[in-house]
């Protein structure tokens, strides 16, 4: 079974304005295949409530491996209550509450190799923690790097469609 790390659990953004969903979407799925990420949207829920009013549920997953033992992983899952559809500079937004939350892992083993028998997983736990240490701190700042700087650059992303009006 693969050993997993969080580094960010949880993180949320939110903002109750008009937002450019479609834009938003976009934005995120450029960053992740910019970085290298491969990109899976698990969940895409759209209900409609009277006098159009919907909420929104969409979860993405990406990963990118590092070598063949260890993979990032960037979990994010967008929100929006209450959105109501108005225009904006000529596009099509929503009026509402949009939240982003972010968790950010590291997947040591992802292959499951060192598992089985036992005294392999003793073998795996040794080798994380004494022989390649200086890897995996290196691992853990660049994931951290990487997940700062998607959040930063949403966060602003959310500021400029503030500033829009």
């Known amino acids: 079974m693969a050993e ?3 580094l960010l659990k949880g993180v949320k953004i939110s903002v109750d ?3 450019n969903i479609k834009a938003l979407y976009n934005f995120l799925r450029r960053w992740i295949n910019k970085m290298g990420y491969d990109f899976y949207e698990k969940e895409h829920i759209e ?3 009277p006098e159009d009013i919907r909420n ?3 979860k993405m997953e990406s990963e990118k491996k590092v070598d063949d033992y260890t993979k990032f992983h960037i979990e994010l899952r967008m ?4 959105l109501k ?3 904006r500079d000529k596009e099509l937004c929503a009026s509402g509450t949009v939240s ?3 968790d950010v892992f590291l997947e040591n083993d992802y292959e499951g190799k060192w598992d089985k028998p036992f005294y392999r997983k003793f073998f795996r736990t040794v080798y994380d923690k004494y022989v390649v240490t200086e890897r995996y701190e290196k691992n853990v700042s660049e994931l951290k790097d990487e997940a700062n700087d998607l959040i930063n650059k949403t966060k602003a992303f959310l500021k ?3 500033f829009k009006k």
């Not at 929100?79 to 209450?82: A, F, L, Q, Y």
């Open 4 to 6: 997993i790390d969080y």
């Open 17 to 19: 304005d008009v937002v």
């Open 47 to 49: 209900d409609m409530k």
């Open 56 to 58: 929104l549920n969409v």
């Open 79 to 82: 929100k929006g209550n209450g």
């Open 85 to 87: 559809a108005v225009m």
């Open 100 to 102: 982003i939350s972010f």
């Open 160 to 162: 400029l469609e503030d």
